[in-house]
């Protein structure tokens, strides 16, 4: 199948996309940095999700909108508008399925204001294009994690007080890891065939179960 996946030359999207070659599949990458990585079914190109004119590609089966920025002045622009320019230029009745890597923040409003708005704002369009979609038989879910263990967030995981307290509010004690990601995207896209619409929380417990010391077994 052919898999488009954008933000692809680091941290989650890289793995998700390495993930889908070792599955078998056809790989389309989108970045405005150069490819991290090389393999015989993966293609690169060097653009902006908010470009209008988006390379052509014909019979995409799974998109997934991985490209995103964090505390930055063009939160919204890439989070949000990016994601929704390159899904309405691939839609078609070849999709089968797209996934939307969003954040816990989109559902608790955690951290940066714009960061937390843009990936709240892609829930919204996210039960949209479901609807749109649903005709087709095609699924379309986000994936809302917490902390992720990425190269871009060692300032908090190698600094030992602040991981301290993140992991005291953190029920099961950990952090999502990019392979996890990409387990998720897998089965979101290729086994999945029911669930649509739905914003799917994956932060460790850390939103949705109080933190207590006392435990009833």
């Not at 653009?47 to 799974?62: F, Q």
């Not at 998109?63 to 949000?80: E, F, K, M, R």
């Not at 307290?165 to 995207?185: F, N, Q, S, V, Y």
Request: with cysteine; proline share 5%.
């Amino acid at each position: 199948m052919k898999v488009l996946i954008t933000g692809t030359s680091g941290g989650i999207g890289r793995t998700i996309a390495r993930r889908f070659l070792e599955e078998g599949h056809e790989v389309f990458g989108i970045d405005v940095r150069e490819p991290s990585f090389t393999h015989e079914n993966y293609r690169h190109f060097v653009c902006s999700v908010n470009d209008a004119d988006l390379p052509e590609l014909d019979g995409i089966g799974i998109l997934i909108s991985n490209a995103g920025v964090q505390g930055t002045a063009d939160d919204i622009d890439v989070n949000l508008k990016g994601a929704i320019n390159v899904c309405e230029r691939y839609l078609s009745p070849s999709l089968k399925a797209v996934l939307f890597i969003s954040s816990a923040s989109a559902l608790t409003g955690a951290e940066f204001p714009a960061y937390a708005a843009s990936k709240a704002g892609l829930l919204g369009y996210m039960k949209n294009l479901a609807r749109r979609l649903a005709p087709q038989g095609a699924v379309c879910n986000a994936l809302c994690p917490g902390g992720v263990l990425t190269e871009s967030n060692r300032p908090v995981t190698d600094d030992p007080e602040k991981w301290s307290r993140i992991m005291a509010a953190t029920p099961l004690g950990k952090w999502m890891t990019e392979d996890e990601c990409a387990d998720w995207a897998v089965f979101l896209t290729l086994t999945n065939r029911s669930c649509t619409g739905q914003a799917i929380l994956a932060d460790n417990g850390e939103a949705s179960i109080p933190v207590s010391t006392e435990f009833v077994w």
